[in-house]
């Protein structure tokens, strides 16, 4: 089985303190390979194990009662998880690459969502429950506004033209004519 083990704990030496929890965890690991990650006051740390989940909790409240460290610890199947983080780090830690999350993809994510949304509030198990003014309502809270001339051209001025986005170079164009 698969596990993550997030630690939560503040010492003056977070390098020893990353060192000892997993040789720790290294211990109890089927291959010995644990995998970490880690910033000031955290510790994301990866390893399979046979133990159940139980076994690797006992071991681990053995260790660290006295040490005022908190930690979440949980079975983890990468195709049924979802994060946010660089790829480096989480082919690293789960051997995924991370959610693509550049403009372009995270538009089509939108407009697909949209789509999603939008088939939903027509569906006929919905209209029954939902009257026509509250979709009208919903559908205009979820239409993003377009950007005026005024504030494309702040945009321009403040970063140049290479930051404008795909929708706002159309646009300017649109408002060129």
Do not use: A
Request: proline share 2%; aromatic share 8%.
């Amino acid at each position: 089985m698969k596990y993550v083990l997030f630690v939560f704990g503040k010492s003056e030496k977070q390098d020893d303190l990353v060192k000892l929890i997993c040789s720790d965890i290294s211990v109890m690991s089927d291959l010995g390979d644990v995998r970490y990650y880690y910033g000031p006051e955290s510790i994301i740390i990866t390893f399979s194990c046979s133990e159940s989940l139980e076994s690797i909790d006992s071991f681990l409240k053995l260790l660290y009662q006295k040490m005022n460290i908190v930690y979440l610890l949980f079975p983890y199947d990468k195709d049924k998880m979802s994060l946010m983080m660089d790829s480096e780090t989480s082919k690293h830690l789960f051997d995924i690459d991370s959610v693509d999350t550049t403009p372009e993809k995270m538009s089509r994510i939108t407009k697909e969502v949209q789509k999603l949304f939008e088939e939903t509030i027509n569906s006929e198990i919905l209209d029954s429950e939902i009257s026509e003014e509250d979709v009208d309502i919903i559908l205009s809270k979820q239409k993003v506004k377009e950007p005026t001339l005024d504030q494309i051209l702040d945009k321009i001025n403040e970063n140049g033209i290479s930051s404008l986005t795909e929708k706002e170079l159309t646009l300017l164009n649109k408002y060129s004519k």
